[in-house]
T-cell receptor, first 110, second 116 residues
């Protein structure tokens, strides 16, 4: 298994509060990604990073920000969580010819 | 722009029967194509991938898929279903450009049920 961990694995938070999810890799890969998974939608790309301090938006980036200060860590922040951001969040890294996915974070916004 | 259409959000087969999960893609550049499997409450595991080599691709657990450019399809098959194949399956596409930057576009998934 690729060395990808996500924390926390589960979180319940209230509407309007900030939330930060962490993705950590031990593979030293350049590219890292955040996706969200929702029933009937598959996985959708939120943001991705192509190096330290280099990030770009995906197709569902509104309401999310990211940061990457070290190669191994990619943080996803919900500045003010809303109920529509209740989802399962997956981090991924790109290896040779494929992506490897982390175990996911289940976020519930009440 | 890229897109993936998975025909059938839910497929049900009997144990021992053929499994066929359909995937059609749209891409303006030559694609890389992937099938992932997700077991309940787990992450995504790569089943197989097409990256411009052989058009018939064999993956893990007895699955295979054939890239058909003329039909823009990448259907997943397995000759004989096992109970352990019950899971959700996702088809994904990305372009070959950008080095190892694989921004994947996923289909909405197909839930496979295997009946005894």
């Amino acid at each position: 298994d690729a060395g990808i961990t996500q924390s926390p694995r589960h979180k319940v938070t209230e509407t309007g509060t900030p939330v930060t999810l962490r993705c950590h890799q031990t593979e030293n890969h350049r590219y890292m990604y955040w996706y969200r998974q929702d029933p009937g939608h598959g996985l959708r790309l939120i943001h991705y990073s192509y190096g330290v301090k280099d990030t770009d938006k995906g197709e569902v980036s509104d309401g999310y920000s990211v940061s990457r200060s070290k190669t191994e860590d990619f943080l996803l922040t919900l500045e003010s969580a809303t109920s529509s951001q209740t989802s399962v969040y997956f981090c991924a890294i790109s290896g040779v010819d494929e992506q490897y996915f982390g175990p996911g974070t289940r976020l519930t916004v009440t | 722009a890229q897109s993936v259409t998975q025909l059938g959000s839910h497929v049900s087969v009997s144990e021992g029967a053929l499994v066929l999960l359909r995937c059609n893609y749209s891409s303006s550049v030559p694609p890389y194509l992937f099938w992932y499997v997700q077991y309940p409450n787990q992450g995504l595991q790569l089943l197989l991938k097409y990256t411009s080599a052989a058009t018939l691709v064999k993956g893990i657990n007895g699955f295979e898929a054939e890239f058909k450019k003329s039909e823009t399809s990448f259907h997943l098959t397995k000759p004989s279903a096992h109970m352990s194949d019950a899971a959700e399956y996702f088809c994904a596409v990305t372009s070959r450009s950008g080095g190892s930057n694989y921004k994947l576009t996923f289909g909405k998934g197909t839930l496979l049920t295997v009946n005894p």
